[in-house]
């Protein structure tokens, strides 16, 4: 065997005898680990996902379509403040995004949960309790950090747009950063909330022994 083949092979082992370690001497620190590395892995794909929706959406008449629900007291200057507040027209003309840009974002994000249930649930913690229950709890948790991610998008979202679009001038291209940057923020809060529900809903049942 060729002298690289044979250092490759010590580094692999290397790389898995310090990772076992890890997982041995803290299985907590390692399983974190875990669940960062695949998150950023959906962060990613969100990231990919949000543009080509919205590209998608943007061609459709949804872009006109007022999406404004959900009243929650006052701005103020005194306008309503909505949980969902995505008025009409494109955001490059002084809209919200309307209705397209709502389902650009929730499918975009529903898409990546959905991948990171599977991939957190069978890798990060391993969990053989039942999938149904799991799925349900979760569900419910997507729903309530779905609603506290869009009141905190009320408040950062038109200064965000407003800094990179017009502040610093870039137009268009300011708009796409801004989308990143809103989507960047959306997968922060979600991040720090899933990591203990998951903690809860993905359990290791022991294995009733062969009769």
């Known amino acids: 065997m060729k002298r690289g083949s044979m250092e490759k092979i010590h580094s692999s082992s290397g790389i898995a005898n310090f990772w076992n370690n890890m997982k041995e001497k803290y299985p907590n620190s390692a399983q974190f680990f875990v669940f960062f590395m695949l998150s950023n892995g959906v962060t990613v794909l969100q990231l990919v996902l949000m543009p080509v929706f919205r590209n998608v959406f943007a061609q459709t008449a949804l872009v006109s379509t007022n999406f404004q629900i959900w009243q929650l007291g006052t701005n103020i200057d005194g306008s309503p403040y909505y949980i969902f507040d995505f008025p009409a027209g494109p955001i490059s003309e002084g809209g919200g995004g309307g209705l397209a840009f ?19 649930r069978s890798i990060t ?3 053989n309790s039942s999938i149904w229950k799991a799925a349900f709890w979760y569900f419910v948790a997507y729903i309530i950090i779905t609603i506290v991610a869009a009141i905190a998008l009320g408040f950062y979202q038109t200064p965000v747009y407003n800094f990179f679009m017009d502040t610093l001038g870039w137009g268009s291209f300011g708009e796409t950063v801004a989308d990143v940057v809103t989507m960047i923020i959306n997968s922060a809060i979600s991040f720090w909330v899933f990591f203990p529900i998951f903690k809860i809903i993905f359990k290791q049942v022991p294995e009733e022994p062969n009769k």
């Open 102 to 120: 709502f389902l650009a974002v929730q499918i975009s994000i529903a898409v990546a949960q959905i991948i990171n249930f599977f991939a957190q």
């Open 125 to 127: 913690f391993k969990s």
